[in-house]
């Protein structure tokens, strides 16, 4: 991941992209290849939605390419470890669902 | 961060929460992560977004840490590295942007 | 909905919310709203999206005032009437989606 | 609105397309669609989004008809007027954000 970020600054700056890559046009970027996945799979049963064909499968792969990009970029730009980040999440839902209450179940926390 | 997708693997599994985790309901998630950092830029200037206080910072980070679980968690669901499709990515984009097309312009490479 | 829109004007005159309202930050607050939809039904099956209980219908109802909301004050700052855009849309959709070849079908027209 | 809903209904309903247009879908559908007005703005600055040229202009005002079809459609499949839900919503901001509370701020009513 660390590979991973440098990558994305130098392929930035060489650009003189910095310019635009202000945290808030990044959540937009974000959220906007985010969708390009939503629409792939917006009209698909979720059944479908596990057995793709390789040609969707190639342009799931490349959208979530955009996604771990920009979110990563994101982090950067803030001085934020995305896995960091993700990890303390993580921790954070095992005790907000914990496994006697979450099992099976797809309640939000706030209404166990 | 194979690391990080093994120990989601784990945490979806003890709640049995599987069945939920189709890629369909996985896009979903995702972009209502992404769209709650969203939330917190969507007033903000371009400048204010770049230097946020303590506590605004402490929010995105969890934001981001939400995205990186779901896109991991989404990839994994599909046999991708999230990675690996990244850095397949970011070599397109360096194909796609030029650096003396692209060099301090945001448009879009279908404009050049 | 000339109606909603005088008010949605006046509610934001009041307020000194104009310097808010540019175009970016009105498509942002758009996605933000219309994500909130999305969290709701996000793990629930197509089924059960379809016969909600009133407590959720009504979170929903809510969510979908502030997409209309948005919706018609980001045309409005755009000098676009959403109802005219909406028809020509539909227009164009019915040239794109020609019954003979969309019907049944959830495939998106430039794979006809 | 009411005549909009209608050909909306007639539309699907020609291309058999109720099947799809589950709640759940629709809301991916919205959010896909205004994801695509965010698209346009993520790289421009404020002051940009607010004069754009007549071919940008055009191209928001396309996604803006595709914002409205989905949401009168989703509120159409769950018996929700969304004019109706506009002003119930419209009504309940008057009271969280008080003008005098809230005039030239952006802040969350929560956050009073």
Redesign the interface.
């Known amino acids: 991941?660390d590979e991973?970020i440098k990558?994305?600054r130098i392929?930035a700056h060489?650009?003189?992209?910095e310019?635009?890559h202000?945290?808030?046009?990044l959540?937009?970027?974000?959220?906007?290849e985010?969708?390009?996945?939503?629409?792939?799979?917006?009209?698909?049963?979720?059944?479908?939605?596990?057995i793709?064909d390789p040609k969707t499968?190639a342009r799931?792969?490349?959208e979530?390419?955009?996604?771990?990009?920009y979110?990563?970029r994101?982090?950067d730009?803030?001085g934020?470890s995305?896995?960091e980040?993700?990890?303390?999440?993580?921790e954070?839902?095992?005790k907000k669902?914990p496994?006697n209450k979450?099992?099976?179940s797809?309640k939000k926390y706030t209404d166990f």
């Open positions: 991941m991973l990558e994305i392929f060489e650009r003189d992209w310019q635009f202000s945290p808030k046009n959540s937009m970027a974000l959220v906007v985010a969708s390009e996945i939503l629409e792939i799979f917006q009209w698909l049963s979720e059944e479908e939605s596990r793709l499968l799931v792969k490349e979530i390419g955009d996604v771990q990009i979110i990563a994101l982090a730009q803030l934020i995305p896995l980040a993700a990890y303390e999440k993580l954070k839902n095992q669902y496994i979450a099992k099976g797809a």
